[in-house]
């Protein structure tokens, strides 16, 4: 299969999974920065974040960035400048991350890589994917990377109007993956280099350009700080209260996170309950 584009990448023949076929909004709004999110799919059985923490959990720095003390991770687009693939290029900021820790080496993931994940579980359109199911197979199955399959070992909501629990994961090198309905005022304040604020008037409607997917690995007093279209973007907390829909910190199968902050006795013990 070769998806058509600028760069015409070569994609392997697929092997489609079973996902929702849930189509995202917006997708190909914008010249370069393409979105890829389908609506939040709720599931009330879905793990909590702040069950997992444990009560002597160290206090909170005013800011933090993993990349400056992981120095030299790189921001590619992952093809979401062509193609509505967000999901997938987070889940690719994600375990860059995840992989520098254990390995204390940058792990080289292209675009290939990970378009060839993403047409796979859209079944071959370029639709977008909803997240939860998104998270469900990769922790169930792994995606390719290299000749390696990298798989979580879990993932749990987090409450994102708790500012102080979307700062603890990601304090914790858990790392946090939001969905956000983004309004029309975030092009432009991309395009200017400004954060994404909230504004009044028209442009300021709740999802009127599209579902996105992020990464988030840093925040400042300001807000949380994800990666996305090549860069890093602030955000306000006043945004994320109003635009955010869904976020979940996501587990590594080797638990290379600070521990000390996570309970990984109560994870282990819900993974249990689930059906293989």
């Given at each position: 299969m ?12 697929l092997?489609?999974l ?6 995202a909004k ?19 059985r ?6 997992l923490l ?16 992981h ?9 979401n400048?062509?193609y509505?693939d ?7 900021h994600?375990t ?25 579980q859209?079944?071959g ?7 939860l ?13 290299g000749?390696?399959t ?22 914790a090198d ?14 432009a304040?991309l395009q ?23 990464y ?5 007093p300001?807000g949380p700080v994800?990666v ?13 209260d ?5 976020a ?8 290379r996170f600070k521990?000390a902050?996570v309970?990984?006795a ?11």
């Amino acid at each position: 299969m070769r998806l058509t584009g600028r760069r015409s990448i070569a994609v392997p023949a697929l092997v489609v999974l079973e996902v929702s076929m849930a189509k995202a909004k917006g997708i190909q709004a914008h010249k370069v920065f393409k979105l890829g999110k389908a609506a939040a799919k709720k599931d009330k059985r879905n793990l909590k974040f702040a069950t997992l923490l444990r009560a002597a959990a160290p206090k909170l720095p005013a800011s933090y960035d993993f990349d400056l003390s992981h120095p030299g991770i790189p921001t590619p687009m992952f093809g979401n400048d062509e193609y509505g693939d967000c999901v997938i290029a987070g889940r690719a900021h994600q375990t860059l991350r995840f992989e520098d820790i254990e390995q204390g080496s940058v792990l080289m993931i292209t675009d290939k890589e990970v378009l060839r994940e993403y047409f796979k579980q859209t079944g071959g359109p370029d639709s977008g994917l909803v997240v939860l199911d998104s998270l469900n197979l990769w922790r169930q199955k792994g995606w390719k990377v290299g000749r390696h399959t990298y798989k979580i070992r879990a993932f749990a909501e987090v409450d994102f109007k708790n500012h102080a629990q979307v700062r603890t994961a990601i304090f914790a090198d858990v790392g946090v993956g939001l969905g956000v309905e983004l309004p029309n005022a975030a092009k432009a304040q991309l395009q200017a280099g400004q954060p994404w604020d909230v504004t009044t008037g028209k442009d300021s409607k709740k999802g009127s350009w599209g579902g996105h997917y992020i990464y988030v690995p840093g925040y400042t007093p300001q807000g949380p700080v994800c990666v996305t279209w090549g860069r890093k973007q602030q955000m306000t907390w006043a945004w994320i209260d109003k635009y955010c829909d869904e976020a979940y910190s996501i587990f590594d199968a080797k638990n290379r996170f600070k521990k000390a902050m996570v309970d990984m006795a109560k994870v282990d013990a819900f993974l249990k309950t689930l059906k293989k």
